[in-house]
């Protein structure tokens, strides 16, 4: 089911298994958590410069599979 991401990736030796950012140890669910509380995107790439616009963006596309 992941080979349809581009940026979204899980490994069990990466952050236990659970989905973060390719190449990064960013969860994903964190990114999401940061959304839903009502930071922008901007904001989040602020504070995670690691990551660009589109991966975000794919973790809305994750949302559902939560």
């Keep these: 089911m992941l080979g ?3 940026w979204i990736t899980m490994d069990p030796k990466i952050c236990h298994g ?3 950012f ?3 140890r960013i ?3 964190d990114v999401l958590e940061m ?3 009502g930071m922008s995107i901007d904001e989040i790439l602020e ?3 690691q990551l660009n616009r589109e991966a975000i963006l794919e973790a809305y596309a994750w949302l ?3």
């Design 4 to 6: 349809k991401f581009k």
């Design 35 to 37: 959304l839903g509380s």
């Design 47 to 49: 504070e995670y410069p």
């Design 27 to 29: 969860l994903v669910s």
């Design 22 to 24: 390719k190449g990064t």
């Design 64 to 66: 559902p599979n939560f």
């Design 18 to 20: 659970k989905l973060v």
